[in-house]
């Protein structure tokens, strides 16, 4: 990933605890070499599924605010309109 973004770097901090948390429910003090190709593979889909669920969870809250926002000036819009503003 060249030059993340905010969010990306949100993202893979996001993604931290699940990775401790399989790592940790797997050993430790194993060295990656030897996992596993089962293991390696979880370990890959742990840490993935962490950070789409951060990146959908973001974009969902920003999706929110901007529908909120719009909402919110079409409700401004109606209110001059009804009132006989010319524009």
Known sequence: MIDPSDMELAALRACLSPLGEYVGSIGMERPLADYTRDEVLTLIEVVVTAYQD???????RMAAKDRAFLEERLARQGQAASKGVPF
């Open 54 to 60: 951060q990146m959908i969870e973001e974009h969902e």
